[in-house]
Nanobody, 129 residues
């Protein structure tokens, strides 16, 4: 599976962005999708995840209520809507695809970078104060 992330940019605090991640070369609907981010000098961290059918969504506490993950399996695309952005949201955002055997395995591992076998190239999000 190849993943292409887009939609990053420079925005003022309080603003919004919508990230997209287009998948190709695989059966998109068989993968759970995640968004992760990495700020300079920090480790990559979990942001949000969505199950393969879209019925389950999960968020890091730091973005809960501000970010929304969604997917369109007909378009092989996952989205991340970023609202009420803060300077601390500045990072490179990566989309990732992971194959989880069942709902239980998804619930146990959606936040774990090691569970995702395919990664996009990243898109920069910069939030100015």
């Amino acid at each position: 599976v190849q993943l292409q992330a887009s939609g990053g940019g420079l925005v003022q605090a309080g603003g919004s962005l919508r990230l997209s991640c287009a998948a190709s070369g695989g059966t998109f609907s068989s993968y759970a999708m995640g968004w992760f981010r990495q700020a300079p000098g920090k480790e990559r961290e979990f942001v949000a995840a969505i199950s393969r059918g879209g019925g389950s969504t999960n968020y890091a506490d730091s973005v809960k209520g501000r970010f929304t993950i969604s997917r369109d399996n007909a378009k092989n695309t996952v989205y991340l809507q970023l609202d009420s952005l803060k300077p601390e949201d500045t990072a490179v955002y990566y989309c990732a695809a992971g194959h989880f055997r069942d709902r239980r395995s998804y619930s146990a591992g959606y936040y774990d970078t090691d569970k995702y076998g395919y990664w996009g190239q990243g898109t920069q999000v910069t939030v100015s104060s």
